[in-house]
């Protein structure tokens, strides 16, 4: 069955403070993993897409790699604006749809 | 329009009624999809439609939730005869034919009392 398992639930950091979220998969066939950030009230905004393991891509202080069976979102040095839901998804190889893990609910102390 | 637009914003229904959700997807944009999303939880997939038709419409809950996309852009959720577990946030997604990304709209808070 294609799960997605993100890691911690929440985490608190102090501005400056750099920190990884994880997200272990298991999916038929990878077609794409994404990361999304969510903030209250509002819908999903479109982050990263990854395709292969080995691939990274960076945004700002965020910076996003895939594995095998994992993906981290790295977030260097965040800011209190960094706070907000993450969310990560996987593609199977097979499906249009996308299925998405609970979420990482990250808040920035000043 | 420059992103996904969802409307209503919040719809309050009663137990038993019947309601229509509006989804107007980024112009030029295929593949649309709805999600639902419950407090704390990520959203889950509902239906997706590529052009006009239904191509996977294998997370409906049941058969009181309907959705179409009559001209192949606007599409409407539909749910009949709500139960208080139909509460959540739909969400609504489009795509490209260029691309696996999906982007979202805000949602429809939808609560039924």
């Known amino acids: 069955e294609d799960q997605v398992t993100q890691s911690p639930e929440a985490l608190r950091l102090q501005e400056g403070e ?5 997200c272990s998969y298991t999916v038929s066939g990878l077609r794409g993993l994404f990361w999304y950030r969510q903030d209250p009230g509002k819908g999903p905004e479109f982050l990263f897409t990854l395709y292969s393991a080995g691939e990274e891509k960076e945004k700002e202080r965020l910076k996003a790699t895939l594995t095998k069976k994992e993906s981290f979102l790295h977030i260097t040095a965040p800011k209190p604006e960094d706070s907000a ?3 990560c998804a996987v593609q ?6 996308i299925i998405f893990g609970k979420g990482t609910r990250l808040h920035i102390l000043p | 329009g420059a992103g996904v637009s969802q409307t209503p914003s919040n719809k309050v229904t009663e137990k038993g009624k019947y309601v229509e959700l509006r989804c107007d997807p980024i112009s030029g ?4 999809y709805w999600y639902r999303q419950s407090l704390g939880q990520g959203p889950e997939f509902l239906i997706y439609f590529q052009g006009t038709g239904a191509a996977d419409d294998s997370g409906l809950p049941n058969d009181r939730f309907f959705a179409v996309r009559p001209e192949g852009s606007v599409s409407t959720l539909k749910i009949q005869r709500t139960e208080r577990g139909d509460s959540a946030v739909y969400l609504c997604a489009s795509s490209s034919y260029l691309s696996d990304t999906q982007y979202f709209g805000p949602g429809t808070r939808l609560t039924v009392l």
């Open chain 1, 18 to 22: 750099s920190s990884s979220l994880n």
């Open chain 1, 85 to 87: 839901t993450y969310l």
């Open chain 1, 92 to 97: 199977p190889g097979r499906d249009d749809k």
């Open chain 2, 29 to 32: 944009h295929t593949a649309l």
